[in-house]
């Protein structure tokens, strides 16, 4: 099977923009201490350069369910396919609690642990092995009504044990547990994304039809879930935890309308970020130029990229510290601390220019370490990055 190279620009595209919320997570002079997506405080900009890389994580995870479909028609050996998605999904936990935290944090004592998209994906294909033998419309099935229903959950009572309050953070509702001296942030609870990674993995099937038909379908299913969006989030019933309302402009309404809940990802953000997702891939499907090529070139090793960036980011942010005069004793490591001392940071302008340089600096590493495993298909170990 040719490889589906609109896969390669979206998951590329999406990545480049996740850099972005990176780089204003770690260096914006307010990052600390501001929600960007808080209308009382926020300002349009700030308000879309947070709100735009929502469109990274669904993406990411709704191609992941994709691309583990295409695996499983190239390779009909279904035992060794379980077994991948077995191994891969633990890989990924462990990944996300071990380098990946410590990418984020900086601190050796590891006294944060955050669990989000990594380790999403890793039990979204531990589920998704446990369901492998179910045909794909069925997964896909369970998948949408997990998508659909799954904000229905939060009406269930608190309970106290505690015990059940890390279960059900971990499944459904996200949280902070403090277990000794570590705190554990569940920001992606595990149902909400498995939703999105089985309905990726359904729609995989997409992607083996001709490109003309699929460029259609993912244009339809792009806008019904569009469509789907307005009607209910004009509705303000059901599918969001925060309601929209008028504010003070016609701006500022227009943000609270789109203003939609990612921890965990109401039905609502779910609709109009893979809506928007579709789009975009329909939009791809046979499109090739150096853009695309640029963009391919970071969407062929979405892990190795993820990996570097973080600590790039971050080695930036302790260079910028110590070029603002603070001295490493000021330093600030701990629970939800990225080391940054308060005072620090940079505007949203300078944040911007870091961030451009950072993608350009991880171009050829990208462009190396996509030939490095191409061409060395004997290294299995390289499929887990």
């Not at 929502?54 to 709704?62: N, W």
């Not at 920001?187 to 038909?213: K, S």
């Amino acid at each position: 099977m040719k490889r589906v190279y609109s896969i390669d620009i979206a998951r590329g595209l999406v990545m480049i923009i996740m850099a972005l919320d990176h780089t204003r997570d770690l260096l914006h002079t307010d990052a600390l201490t501001q929600d960007p997506t808080n209308l009382a405080t926020t300002t349009p900009i700030l308000f879309f350069t947070r709100w735009i890389t929502h469109l990274c994580a669904p993406s990411f995870v709704f191609l992941s369910g994709a691309s583990a479909y295409l695996s499983s028609v190239r390779h009909s050996d279904v035992r060794a396919s379980r077994r991948w998605l077995f191994t891969r999904g633990i890989f990924l936990v462990l990944l996300e609690i071990t380098l990946v935290n410590f990418g984020i944090w900086y601190d050796i004592h590891f006294r944060t642990m955050l669990i989000q998209v990594i380790a999403a994906i890793g039990f979204s294909f531990i589920g998704l092995g446990l369901l492998y033998k179910l045909p794909a419309k069925t997964i896909g099935i369970i998948g949408l009504l997990i998508i659909c229903l799954h904000d229905l959950l939060k009406l269930l009572p608190m309970v106290s044990n505690p015990f059940l309050q890390f279960a059900g953070g971990l499944l459904f509702g996200g949280g902070i547990i403090k277990a000794g001296g570590v705190s554990i942030v569940i920001a992606y609870p595990i149902l909400p994304w498995m939703g999105i990674l089985f309905a990726g993995y359904a729609c995989g099937r997409l992607f083996t039809m001709p490109e003309e038909v699929r460029k259609k379908r993912l244009l339809h299913i792009g806008l019904i879930a569009l469509g789907l969006f307005v009607l209910l989030r004009a509705a303000n019933v059901y599918g969001d935890v925060a309601k929209w309302s008028e504010q003070k402009n016609a701006v500022y309404t227009i943000l609270s309308f789109i203003n939609v809940s990612k921890y965990p990802p109401s039905l609502l953000y779910t609709l109009v970020m893979l809506g928007l997702l579709m789009l975009f891939l329909s939009f791809m499907e046979g499109r090739g130029n150096g853009f695309t090529r640029i963009i391919t070139a970071y969407g062929k090793v979405p892990m190795f990229y993820y990996l570097i960036h973080w600590n790039i980011i971050h080695l930036l942010m302790l260079a910028m510290v110590f070029l603002q005069g603070f001295r490493a004793d000021q330093f600030v490591f701990g629970t939800f601390q990225f080391g940054r001392p308060p005072g620090s940071g940079i505007s949203l302008g300078a944040v911007y220019l870091v961030w451009i340089c950072v993608v350009a600096s991880l171009y050829p590493l990208c462009i190396w370490y996509g030939r490095y495993k191409a061409s060395h298909p004997e290294k299995r170990w390289l499929r887990y990055l």
